[in-house]
């Protein structure tokens, strides 16, 4: 039994940010932010938007994609670091925005721009079980909240946005293996610790980040991953047909690419449009793909990322 992708979709939401506008708000410019991320603009979320309000035009897409209804749906995992509220869950409020009245069960994953690996890893294990049928998987984000817009180190790097799969269980080869992995001792280089104490909030509340170390980080990490996955499946960077990494900096997606001896052409590249979405980063790669045709089935993709804590994780498929 397998998990396969079924249908994308995906939402930015309207208003755009681009570096030049940034140019006005801190000491940047679009050079400087063009030629060290490869970000060209970002789209900011609404003072109302949640993450589950972009959400909800992101997996409808993937439900209409994939031709099923909401309540085909048994299985809802929301990956986020931008959650709606402290609790409930964004995935139960996503389910009820959707009409989801099956009962079916709803969660948040949390690991921060390894989120979308992880969630779709979890759901490929309940869907080869056969215990779950169809499960709606969603990255979504507003970390325009809890981005410091006078810290230039940082808000130039980060949008919001949303992307979902559906997956469904069959016979059909789909996801061939997951490789998840944390190293929590790297916690401080990359953190929002603000915590929420007796009706306040209690340190930053706003991202912080070592950007040199995570950079070192993130492409070691990278290359390690992908070749645990080709090594798992017994393939070379000549059986994988499209990588879609991650979309936090093109510099960090080039070296990876560079050290997997992969064409660029056969790498996904969305950055320059949304800058780093986190979990919702590598969904929204994979729909503006997806929408283009140019995936055919039976092509094998590699998906990675990396993210706070640290996380990282691929999933190698079958399209
Ligand atoms: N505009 C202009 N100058 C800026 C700037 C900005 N937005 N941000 C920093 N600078 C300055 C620094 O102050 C520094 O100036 P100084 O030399 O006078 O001290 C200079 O640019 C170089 O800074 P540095 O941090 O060494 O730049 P860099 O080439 O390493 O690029 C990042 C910085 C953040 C783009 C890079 O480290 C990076 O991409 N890191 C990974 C970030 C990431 O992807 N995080 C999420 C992972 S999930």
Redesign the pocket.
């Known amino acids: 039994m397998y998990s396969r992708i079924i249908g994308t979709g995906s939402h930015l939401p309207e208003k755009i940010l681009s570096n030049h506008d940034?140019e006005k708000m801190?000491?940047?410019?679009h050079d400087?932010?063009f030629s060290?991320?490869g970000i060209n603009e970002r789209h900011i979320a609404g003072e109302n938007e949640l993450a589950s309000d972009l959400a909800v035009p992101a997996s409808r897409r993937a439900m209409e994609s994939a031709g099923i209804e909401a309540d085909e749906i048994d299985l809802v995992i929301v990956a986020t670091t931008t959650p709606d509220m402290l609790f409930p869950s964004t995935a139960t409020i996503l389910q009820s925005k959707l009409g989801i009245r099956n009962n079916c069960p709803a969660f948040d994953v949390q690991a921060?721009?390894?989120g979308f690996i992880y969630a779709l890893a979890t759901a490929d294990c309940y869907l080869k079980s056969g215990k779950y049928r169809h499960a709606l998987v969603v990255g979504t984000e507003v970390l325009s909240r809890i981005i410091d817009w006078t810290d230039?180190?940082?808000?130039?790097?980060?949008g919001d946005g949303a992307g979902a799969v559906v997956l469904k269980s069959g016979e059909t080869p789909g996801i061939l293996s997951s490789h998840l992995h944390a190293d929590g001792s790297y916690n401080p280089i990359?953190a929002a610790p603000g915590r929420v104490c007796n009706g306040k909030i209690r340190g930053s509340p706003f991202v912080s980040?070592?950007?040199?170390?995570?950079?070192k980080i993130?492409v070691n990490v990278l290359e390690q991953v992908a070749e645990e996955a080709m090594q798992a499946n017994r393939m070379s960077p000549s059986d994988i047909d499209w990588l879609v990494p991650?979309q936090?900096?093109i510099?960090?997606i080039e070296a990876t690419a560079k050290k997997l001896s992969m064409d660029m052409e056969r790498v996904v590249v969305t950055v320059d449009r949304h800058g780093?979405t986190?979990a919702a980063s590598i969904p929204l790669a994979l729909d503006h793909v997806a929408r283009e045709g140019r995936f055919r089935e039976g092509e094998t993709l590699l998906m990675e990322?990396?993210?706070?804590g640290?996380t990282w994780g691929s999933l190698l498929l079958k399209w």
């Open positions: 940034l801190v000491d940047t410019s400087w932010i060290r991320t921060v721009c390894t230039r180190s940082t808000c130039v790097l980060f990359l980040m070592n950007g040199n170390a995570v950079f993130a991650h936090a900096n510099r960090i780093n986190s990322g990396v993210g706070g640290i």
